[in-house]
């Protein structure tokens, strides 16, 4: 039974680029979030998905946008990549409702130079 | 504004002495609590929760928590660390209303233990 995987494992972008991060959640799991992790901090909720709707939201600016798939994948994009935009994004899936945990995948170590 | 605070960013301690975190949120209402722990080079894992009931929580490895509202903290213990304990600990909280998805984190504490 795979857990949550996520695509790429790292990756190097410019400044001013455009990324496109990518989750497939653990089988079972309908509801997929995403983190940001910069160095020596803990996780920041950037947003959830479920029903291929955004769900809720953190404090992220308009350039962080996502997707959900029929099949309950999800992605990520990021425009106008900034320097401190470097960091681990991790995503976590879960069955949709209260109660439950949410299991994270290794996450996608993103480089903005 | 909510917060979430681990006390302590390292800690090296010696196998087989006695592990305690500490964790404090700032949140009104009802929460949910969890401690997860990132081994090196692997996911979050979840070591344990508390939604309700018995305020002191067991989780896995032989790591307990335990909830004391009055003091808004969830302090994570182990009587007898090991090696392979070595990992970084965080402590999360979310509002009971909200989706298990949307947590805030600490920043966790880095735990080396040396043999």
């Known amino acids: 039974d795979a857990g949550v995987t996520q695509s790429p494992t790292h990756l190097i972008k410019t400044r001013g680029q455009q990324v496109t991060l990518r989750c497939s959640p653990k089988?079972?799991?309908?509801?997929v979030s995403w983190y940001q992790q910069a160095l020596g901090q803990g996780p920041q909720f950037i947003f959830q998905?479920?029903?291929?709707?955004e769900r809720q939201r953190g404090n992220f600016p308009d350039r962080f946008s996502g997707h959900q798939f029929p099949n309950y994948s999800s992605e990520l994009n990021v425009n106008a990549l900034l320097l401190g935009d470097s960091a681990l994004y991790l995503c976590a899936s879960g069955s949709w409702g209260a109660g439950t945990e949410a299991f994270f995948g290794q996450g996608t170590r993103l480089t903005v130079v | 504004a909510q917060s979430v605070s681990q006390h302590n960013h390292h800690v090296i301690l010696s196998e087989a002495a006695s592990l305690e975190l500490g964790c404090n949120y700032s949140?009104?209402?009802?929460?949910?609590l969890f401690w997860y722990v990132q081994y090196p080079g692997q996911h979050l894992q979840l070591l344990l929760k508390?939604?309700?009931?018995?305020?002191l929580v067991k989780g896995i490895k032989g790591f307990e928590a335990e909830f004391i509202k009055s003091k808004f903290s969830f302090n994570l213990r182990k009587p007898s660390v090991q090696w392979s304990d070595t990992a970084e600990y965080f402590c999360?909280?979310?509002?009971?209303?909200?989706?298990?998805?949307?947590?805030?984190f600490g920043a966790g504490t880095q735990v080396v233990v040396t043999p």
């Open positions: 949140y009104g209402g009802t929460v949910n």
């Open positions: 508390y939604f309700s009931g018995d305020p």
């Open positions: 089988s079972g799991h309908d509801t």
């Open positions: 998905y479920y029903e291929e709707e």
């Open positions: 999360a909280v979310n509002r009971a209303t909200d989706s298990w998805g949307k947590l805030q």
